[in-house]
């Protein structure tokens, strides 16, 4: 099933995303630079920053700036997230939710399609990094109905999900469609019952399978995750969401990564501070 881990084509897919086609100046960040702050000092800095933004105290304990007038006015919030560059590492989602929220948990989404190359390169990545994710982290799959057989790649992911068999059939479905080459993908067109007698192997019925991916209860399900990628503006995958509010940008898979892990860190501890706000 992990046959693509070998292969040297991936290394140049993870450089290049799917999706949808966009002006490539709307994407050009002005003059960059390479970020040189390592994983820790990132994550230190976002949780200082947060527990600074959300305890009322934090403001005594630093002198006041004598040439500044006094005021009664509260400082305002600081800008942006300490160690990352806005519109560089990531892009705020004005109004963003999380797709599927929870009381104590910090949401990480990855908008993905089977279909997808970059998202078949990425998969091995993405799969040890969420497996060491914090307790209070929620990891959560959205598939992208980018049209074409990428919607048909949503509608068996959903109905795979309410079958119960979403997670075994995973990765190998990007092995059947980019190694295997039993589904067709981007090469082609799955039909319905294409699909469901792949998913047959883990245990299902294949015709219950292909009515199931045109039931009510999946085109919702389709319907959910279509309008979360269009209130976050996603048109390329793989892309990596947190929680609602943050889309990650990045040169490379391993700065994504990097980037998501400060961003969650920020998340985290504005929430563990925002008690302490409230607090008398």
């Given at each position: 099933?992990?046959?693509?881990?070998?292969?040297?084509?991936?290394?140049?897919?993870?450089?290049?995303?799917?999706?949808?086609?966009?002006?490539p100046?709307?994407?050009?960040?002005?003059?960059?630079?390479?970020?040189?702050?390592?994983?820790?000092?990132?994550?230190?800095?976002?949780?200082?920053a947060?527990?600074?933004?959300?305890?009322?105290n934090?403001?005594?304990?630093?002198p006041?700036?004598?040439a500044?007038?006094?005021?009664?006015?509260?400082?305002?919030?600081?800008?942006?997230i300490?160690?990352?560059?806005?519109?560089?590492?990531?892009?705020?989602?004005?109004n963003?939710?999380?797709?599927e929220?929870?009381?104590?948990k910090?949401?990480?989404?990855?908008?993905?399609?089977?279909?997808?190359?970059?998202?078949?390169?990425?998969?091995p990545?993405?799969?040890?990094w969420?497996?060491?994710?914090?307790?209070?982290?929620?990891?959560?799959y959205?598939?992208a109905?980018f049209?074409?057989?990428?919607?048909?790649?949503?509608?068996?992911?959903?109905t795979?999900?309410?079958?119960?068999?979403a997670?075994?059939?995973?990765?190998?479905?990007?092995?059947?469609?980019?190694?295997?080459?039993?589904?067709?993908?981007?090469?082609?067109?799955?039909?319905?019952?294409?699909?469901?007698?792949f998913?047959?192997?883990f245990g299902?019925?294949?015709?219950?399978?292909?009515?199931?991916?045109?039931?009510?209860?999946?085109?919702?399900?389709?319907?959910?995750?279509?309008?979360?990628?269009?209130?976050?503006?996603?048109?390329?995958?793989?892309?990596?969401?947190?929680?609602?509010?943050?889309?990650?940008?990045?040169?490379?898979?391993?700065?994504?990564?990097?980037?998501?892990?400060?961003l969650?860190?920020?998340?985290?501890?504005?929430?563990?501070?925002a008690p302490?706000?409230?607090?008398?």
């Open positions: 099933m992990k046959r693509y881990l070998a292969l040297p084509l991936i290394a140049a897919l993870l450089l290049s995303a799917c999706g949808e086609k966009k002006d100046a709307a994407d050009a960040p002005a003059a960059q630079t390479e970020s040189t702050t390592n994983d820790a000092e990132l994550m230190a800095a976002a949780e200082a947060a527990k600074a933004q959300n305890d009322p934090a403001a005594a304990a630093t006041a700036d004598p500044a007038p006094p005021t009664d006015a509260p400082p305002p919030p600081a800008e942006g300490p160690g990352l560059v806005k519109g560089v590492d990531y892009d705020l989602i004005q963003g939710k999380p797709f929220p929870l009381a104590g910090v949401e990480v989404v990855e908008v993905f399609n089977f279909v997808c190359p970059a998202c078949a390169g990425f998969q990545m993405v799969v040890s969420k497996n060491k994710l914090p307790a209070d982290v929620r990891f959560t959205v598939p109905a049209g074409g057989n990428w919607d048909q790649f949503v509608r068996s992911y959903y795979a999900q309410t079958m119960g068999i997670e075994k059939a995973h990765e190998a479905t990007y092995d059947a469609i980019h190694f295997r080459k039993t589904l067709k993908g981007e090469r082609g067109e799955d039909s319905d019952e294409d699909i469901a007698k998913y047959s192997q299902v019925d294949a015709k219950q399978f292909a009515s199931s991916m045109r039931s009510f209860a999946v085109t919702a399900k389709y319907n959910k995750a279509k309008q979360f990628i269009i209130d976050g503006r996603v048109n390329s995958t793989p892309s990596i969401v947190i929680n609602g509010k943050y889309r990650v940008k990045g040169r490379t898979s391993e700065d994504v990564l990097r980037i998501a892990d400060a969650i860190a920020y998340e985290r501890a504005q929430a563990s501070a302490l706000a409230k607090a008398p």
